[in-house]
């Protein structure tokens, strides 16, 4: 069954979770519903991107609107294709809501026991991974782009909720809206990269359609990155969605060439009404 639920036009949320966790925000922002125009139109949600600020910041509050959860409270990171992940606490409220130059810097990752929290970051075709621990209230993102997803930011969150003294086999993954392996054509110099953590796979997430052509399946990629983590195969779901096949919904980088606008996904714990 497919994780992401339509809940507005302007985003989609993990069903499973959402009916689970009534305080629960997760889920991912569509393309449709914001105030910018031109190639960004309209709900882009990149503050780095050469839209105005003035949309990108309207589009951000409507999100936060929507949502109920008080833009002071999101961060946000300057992605940089790594695998570094952050830990953040209610002292990081604010950074990178609406300045990008106050966003964490280096960081594809964020990670959080705390409430009130909202953990952002952007995408135009790479793969957001959600992850939540029910017992603890662990929760964390990651940003997993080609380069992300075999520098290995997935096990690497995999590790940090070990670390924490979590058990991986409680751990719940969702895997969401991204490039499908259809649209994704790369070279051998990503595939070799591939190969290189995949030695002990048998059935692999890439077809060679010409010479030194492949269609790479970033979905399953991770997929089988968190399994090798350590993370149950019944608890991680993955989306159907494709960025660039579903051009109603969403910006694609690969479809669009490059001059596009950014999704935007979230998650974090709302406080309990009282609190």
């Not at 069903?15 to 569509?30: C, E, L, S, Y």
């Not at 997993?144 to 670390?163: D, H, Q, S, Y």
């Not at 149950?232 to 669009?256: K, L, Q």
């Amino acid at each position: 069954m497919e994780p992401f639920s339509l809940k507005k036009e302007e985003y989609f949320v993990i069903k499973k979770w959402a009916d689970r966790f009534p305080n629960i925000m997760a889920g991912f922002t569509t393309k449709n519903g914001g105030f910018s125009r031109n190639q960004y139109e309209t709900l882009n949600a990149g503050l780095h991107v050469n839209d105005s600020y003035e949309a990108v910041s309207q589009n951000r509050q409507h999100v936060a609107d929507l949502l109920g959860f008080s833009i002071e409270n999101w961060v946000g990171a300057e992605q940089t294709h790594d695998v570094n992940i952050k830990k953040v606490t209610e002292n990081d409220k604010g950074k990178g809501a609406l300045v990008y130059e106050d966003s964490f810097s280096g960081t594809d990752g964020f990670f959080t026991y705390s409430k009130d929290v909202l953990m952002t970051l952007c995408y135009a075709d790479c793969v957001p991974l959600y992850f939540l621990h029910e017992k603890t209230g662990a929760i964390g993102i990651a940003h997993a782009g080609w380069k992300g997803t075999v520098g290995g930011i997935g096990r690497n969150m995999a590790e940090l909720f070990a670390g924490e003294g979590i058990d991986l086999r409680e751990v719940q993954a969702v895997i969401g809206p991204s490039i499908c392996g259809n649209c994704y054509i790369v070279d051998d110099r990503v595939i070799s990269k591939v190969q290189k953590i995949l030695e002990d796979v048998d059935i692999k997430p890439y077809n060679q359609i010409s010479d030194n052509q492949f269609q790479l399946d970033l979905k399953e990629l991770n997929r089988k990155i968190l399994l090798n983590a350590g993370i149950p195969h019944e608890n991680i779901i993955m989306t159907d969605f494709c960025t660039s096949c579903h051009a109603d919904y969403f910006f694609s980088h690969r479809r669009d060439r490059g001059n596009t606008g950014r999704m935007m996904s979230f998650i974090g714990w709302k406080e309990e009404a009282g609190n």
